[in-house]
């Protein structure tokens, strides 16, 4: 399904919608960090303890580089949102990651059948 998609550097947006946004904690990093290793597992792809979310990024080729630790450092940990808006601009649905499930909804997203149902349901 193609979904328009922009860059907010200030999170405006995020704001905007109400999304959270917190310290990054250790607990919060290591949920992060253990949802990148059940994904390299998933991947088959090998590696070190505490190496999984950059080997993760490396599958795509992303290359860190020092605004990356820089935007890490302002935004914390930023929680992300989905929404369903109607032809007047109001929210009709809305899925906030680790909104109902706390620390092991993070990074669950909705599935395209979620979305798909939602849409329906408008």
């Known amino acids: 399904m193609p979904l328009a998609t922009a860059a907010d550097p200030d999170l405006l947006t995020h704001k905007a919608f109400g999304l959270p946004n917190v310290p990054m904690t ?3 990093w290591e949920t992060v960090e253990g949802k990148a290793n059940e994904l390299a597992r ?3 792809v090998p590696v070190q303890s505490g190496q999984a979310y950059a080997a993760i ?3 795509d080729g992303f290359e860190k580089v020092k605004t990356d630790d820089t935007d890490m450092q302002r935004h914390q940990e930023q929680f992300t949102g989905h929404f369903l808006l109607d032809r007047d601009g109001v929210v009709r649905w809305a899925s906030i990651e680790g909104a109902n499930a706390g620390l092991a909804g993070l990074p669950l997203f909705p599935t395209d ?3 798909m149902a939602a849409a329906r349901a408008l």
């Open 113 to 115: 059948e979620e979305l």
């Open 26 to 28: 250790p607990e919060i």
């Open 57 to 59: 990024d490396g599958l």
């Open 42 to 44: 998933d991947l088959r």
